[in-house]
């Protein structure tokens, strides 16, 4: 099944991993109901309870809400990705207990690489959010945490700098 992204019409990237059928369906229909904001949340929330360990829903979301300008929203479900990522990457989901050696953070089709990704999308919607202080700490841990820049943190880095 070829998803499609709804916003961009660009293939839809499950981003965190697999999804099952049902699941990649829901968020096909989600995608597609993407305008009919209600109708779409409910689906996405449907995925999420069908499973709530699936990070690919967790993105979803969160980018869902982030496109919408419902950047509250956004930011909560940012965070239950990171505690379902860390749970599943036997990590602690307080970031700032991290290090280098907390995980293979290297390993970029394994929930710890979710994780740093998502700590990217926290960083940048605190940055929308107007919390530069709160999004730049973020981003220097993760520099810490990936200095390959594997998720492009660098880009969120770069854009906060512009905004001094």
């Known amino acids: 099944?070829?998803?499609?992204?709804?916003?961009?019409g660009d293939p839809l990237t499950l981003f965190g991993g697999e999804a099952s059928p049902v699941i990649a369906q829901l968020l096909q229909d989600a995608a597609a109901a993407y305008q009919q904001t209600t109708r779409a949340e409910a689906i996405l929330w449907s995925a999420q309870a069908i499973n709530p360990a699936c990070l690919p829903v967790y993105f979803a979301l969160y980018k869902f809400y982030f496109y919408k300008c419902r950047l509250a929203d956004a930011e909560k479900v940012a965070l239950m990705g990171l505690e379902t990522a860390a749970r599943q990457a036997g990590i602690t989901s307080d970031w700032t207990q991290l290090s280098a050696d907390s995980a293979d953070w290297g390993?970029?089709?394994?929930?710890?690489?979710?994780?740093?990704?998502t700590l990217k999308a926290l960083a940048f919607i605190r940055l929308r959010l107007r919390q530069r202080a709160d999004s730049l700490t973020l981003l220097a841990k993760l520099q810490e945490l990936d200095p390959r820049d594997t998720v492009g943190s660098s880009v969120i880095r770069d854009l906060a700098a512009e905004l001094i």
Not at 1 to 8: E, F, G, H, I, N
Not at 107 to 117: E, G, K, R, S, V
């Open 107 to 117: 390993q970029t089709d394994q929930p710890q690489h979710f994780y740093l990704f």
């Open 1 to 8: 099944m070829k998803l499609m992204d709804a916003v961009s």
